[in-house]
């Protein structure tokens, strides 16, 4: 957000700038420059993904380590998605939760890749996210680039203006980890195997005729059923004993891996039986 922007607005009420920032971020209805790139990708293309919810809860227990996948990230199905799934996000006191999520590929004033996440937070406002994912980067190297924004923002500003400092300790590591959820999210929705199917596609309408108000015009699509039955199928019968690999029942815990070539080969379920292993790989 521009400081400009900021003054003008505390000029406009009479309010002091750190009081237009806090209403700025603390109050959804607000419509900020930030907020115009997703808006206008979001009205000329709605896709929005729903993740199984067993599959979803695999993800976020995945690491996240080495290179990032940059080269799928570019290959978004559309210029922005939605997930629509549960989410953390990292807060300056704690872990708070957002519905979904936006997510885009834009460029930075330097040129550089720039990954967006817009959240839509549960208590109605939204947190914006901005990674830059060059090629060869990692996500602590993300994290690092977040934390070096921060440090400018805030000291150009007098401290008003420092979204989210991930402050070292364990607000880095609750920080990472949030992070890590949503980019586990999205990494799988561009994967090709992901088993999408379309459940909502808004009607066409002749031409000329306009659409009724109440029309959803959002193309719905679920990801991840079949694994999600695969999973649930193989936990159940692992519920009445283990296998010799696994001898204490359970379904092992998924491992996802990042190769730093970045050609997706999406998922595959194992057929051992009373096991299913996901994998999840980009060489």
Not at 18 to 24: D, E, I, K, N
Not at 186 to 213: C, D, H, T, W
Request: contains cysteine; glycine residues 10%; aromatic residues 8%.
């Amino acid at each position: 957000m521009a400081w400009g922007v900021l003054e003008a607005c505390s000029r406009k009420t009479g309010a002091p700038v750190a009081v237009a920032l806090s209403a700025a971020f603390n109050d959804g209805r607000w419509v900020m420059p930030d907020d115009l790139p997703w808006i206008a990708r979001w009205q000329a293309c709605r896709h929005v993904y729903r993740i199984d919810p067993v599959v979803a809860g695999e993800l976020a227990a995945q690491e996240l380590d080495g290179d990032l996948p940059t080269a799928a990230l570019h290959r978004m199905p559309y210029p922005i998605v939605y997930i629509d799934s549960r989410v953390p996000v990292s807060g300056p006191d704690g872990t708070l939760w957002a519905h979904g999520f936006f997510a885009y590929l834009d460029r930075d004033p330097r040129g550089e890749d720039d990954l967006a996440l817009v959240y839509l937070m549960e208590d109605g406002t939204r947190v914006r996210l901005s990674l830059i994912v060059e090629d060869g980067t990692t996500l602590d190297g993300c994290i690092e680039h977040v934390e070096e924004i921060d440090r400018v923002v805030a000291d150009a500003s007098d401290g008003l203006m420092a979204y989210r400092p991930s402050g070292g300790g364990d607000a880095r590591a609750r920080y990472r980890s949030c992070v890590t959820v949503s980019l586990n999210l999205l990494l799988f929705v561009i994967s090709k195997e992901n088993g999408a199917e379309v459940v909502y596609a808004p009607p066409k309408a002749a031409p000329g005729q306009k659409v009724g108000r109440k029309t959803n015009l959002e193309t719905v699509e679920t990801v991840g059923a079949r694994l999600g039955r695969a999973i649930g199928a193989a936990r159940l019968e692992n519920a009445y004993g283990g296998t010799s690999a696994n001898p204490k029942g359970g379904v092992p815990r998924p491992r996802m891996s990042a190769a730093p070539t970045g050609t997706a080969t999406g998922w595959a379920s194992a057929k051992a039986a009373k096991t299913v292993v996901m994998a999840m790989s980009w060489s």
